[in-house]
C-alpha cells in the first residue's frame, strides 16, 4: 500500500538524482513507503521536435479519442522549418491541435491541423462570439455525446510584453463527430456563464480540467487573485447528459454540493493557470498534477480519495533544472497524461519551458515543445499492473 506524505505547506527541496534528458531532479522522499521513478521520456518528446510546418507549442493537453487515437491541444503554435538546429519562424497563431495515430510513441504518426484564411494560416478554432482568441489549454473529455472542449477566450489588457493579456470568459466547445478528421470536424460553442471577474479582482472560472467518475462530470476551476498570484481549486460537476446544461451544475462549498455559483470554496492552493486531475487506478486515488504558481521549476502532485476532495497537502514530484541555465528560462504548465500511461501506477507528465529572451524561440528548437517524464508510483513494488491496451 502506498500512502501519500501530506504536507502543511509547500513541499520541501529534493534530493538530487543523475541527471535526465529532460532535466528534472527528483524528490527521493515522495512516498512514506517507496519511492517512485522518474525518468524522462524521449519517444514522447520526439514527438514534437519537427523539422517542418508544426515546430513548437505551449499547454499540450491531451484527451483519448477512440482505441490509439490521441489528440492534443495546443495553445500559441510555431509554424515554419528547423534548419541548422535553429527555428526559420515563419507565423504564429493561437492554437492548433494534433492527432497521434498508435499508442506507442516510438512508432506513433502525428498529423498537426491548423486553420487557413486566404493564403495565411490562423488558429484552429476560433470565437464565434466576442473579441480575442482561445488557448486550447484547458480540459477536454470525450462520450457517447461527442467531444467536449472547455476553451478560455483571451483578450488584450494592458501590461508588458508577452503578459498584457487576461481572460474575457470561458466557452464550451462541442464537436458531434470526433471520429471524423478534424478538416469535418462540427464544432458548436456555448458560453459557460460560470465565469466572474468581481471588483476586488478576484476571477472565477471553470473548465481547466474535466473528467468523468461514475455518472458524475467533475469539473475543475480556479479562483485566481491577481494581487496575490494565488490560484485555488475550485469544483463543480453535473450529470454526464447534462454538460451544456449549465443550470443543473453543481458546486463544492463548504463540505456539500451547492447550485449556488456564488458558494463555491477552495479546495487547494498555489495551482498553475493550467493542471489536471485524473485517476489512478493503482492507487485508488485522485492525482493532482501542476507547476507551483503556475510559473515554477517545481511540479507538485496533491491526491484525493474522491472526485470532489478532499486534498491531500502538495507533495513536490520533482524540480525542472532548464531554469537554473539562465535568469530568462521559465517552466510551466505541467500536467498528467492517462491516456499514455501504460501502467496503473504511472504518471506520464508534460510541461514546457520558454524564454524572456525572444531569440531563444530561433536559437533553441527544444524550448517552446512539450517535454515529458513518467512518474512511477510503485517501482519498488511487484504490485504493478500494466493497463488495458488501447
Known amino acids: 500500500m502506498i500512502t501519500i506524505r501530506e504536507a502543511p505547506q509547500r513541499a520541501s527541496s529534493p534530493s538530487t538524482c543523475p541527471e535526465h534528458d529532460a532535466g528534472v531532479k527528483v524528490n527521493q522522499s515522495f512516498t512514506s513507503k517507496n519511492p517512485p521513478c522518474v525518468e524522462s521520456l524521449g519517444d514522447e518528446s520526439r514527438l514534437f521536435r519537427r523539422k517542418e510546418g508544426w515546430i513548437g507549442g505551449d499547454a499540450a493537453g491531451s484527451v483519448l479519442l477512440g482505441p490509439g487515437r490521441v489528440l492534443w491541444l495546443f495553445g500559441d503554435s510555431l509554424l ?40 495565411e494560416p490562423e488558429a484552429f478554432i476560433r470565437p464565434e462570439h466576442g ?21 478560455p477566450r483571451i483578450v488584450k ?25 478534424p478538416n469535418f470536424w462540427k464544432i458548436h460553442q456555448f458560453a459557460v456563464p460560470w465565469f466572474r ?23 475543475y476551476g480556479i479562483a485566481y487573485h491577481k494581487s496575490t498570484g494565488n490560484r ?17 451544475w453543481e458546486f463544492l462549498g463548504n463540505g456539500a454540493w451547492v447550485r449556488d455559483f456564488k458558494k463555491v470554496s477552495p479546495q487547494a492552493d498555489h495551482l498553475g493557470a493550467e493542471f489536471s486531475v485524473s485517476w489512478l487506478p493503482g492507487l485508488h486515488r485522485y492525482m493532482l498534477v501542476y507547476t507551483e504558481d503556475g510559473l515554477s521549476d517545481k511540479i507538485i502532485m496533491r491526491s484525493a480519495p474522491s472526485a470532489g476532495g478532499p486534498w491531500s497537502g502538495p507533495v513536490m514530484i520533482c524540480r525542472t533544472s532548464e531554469t537554473n541555465r539562465d535568469k530568462e528560462t521559465f517552466c510551466y504548465a505541467a500536467k498528467a497524461h492517462p491516456a499514455l500511461a ?26 517552446y515543445v512539450p517535454r515529458f517524464i513518467k512518474v512511477r508510483l510503485r517501482c519498488a513494488s511487484t504490485m504493478s499492473q500494466s493497463l488495458p491496451s488501447r
Not at 535553429?86 to 516510438?106: K, L
Not at 489588457?157 to 464537436?175: D, E, S
Not at 485555488?232 to 443543473?248: D, H, I
Open 197 to 219: 471577474r468581481d471588483q476586488s479582482g478576484e476571477e472565477r472560472s471553470f473548465g481547466a480540467s474535466v473528467l468523468q467518475a461514475g455518472p458524475w462530470f467533475y469539473i
Open 342 to 367: 501504460q501502467r496503473d501506477d504511472e504518471l506520464i507528465i508534460s510541461y514546457v519551458c520558454n524564454s524572456t529572451n525572444l531569440h531563444r524561440l530561433t536559437e533553441d528548437p527544444g524550448i
Open 232 to 248: 485555488r481549486l475550485l469544483v463543480a460537476r453535473t450529470r454526464e447528459a447534462s454538460l451544456e446544461n449549465f443550470g443543473a
Open 80 to 119: 515554419g522549418r528547423v534548419r541548422d538546429s535553429s527555428r526559420h519562424i515563419e507565423s504564429m497563431i493561437h492554437n492548433s491541435i494534433a492527432i497521434q495515430n498508435g499508442p506507442d510513441p516510438g512508432s506513433a504518426r502525428m498529423e498537426f491541423f491548423y486553420g487557413w484564411s486566404g493564403a
Open 157 to 181: 489588457a494592458p501590461g508588458p510584453h508577452g503578459w498584457n493579456f487576461r481572460v474575457q470568459g470561458i466557452v464550451l466547445g462541442k464537436i458531434r463527430n470526433p471520429d471524423e478528421r
Open 131 to 151: 473579441a480575442g482568441w482561445f488557448w486550447l489549454s484547458q480540459g477536454s473529455i470525450r462520450n457517447g455525446s461527442g467531444l467536449y472542449l472547455f476553451l
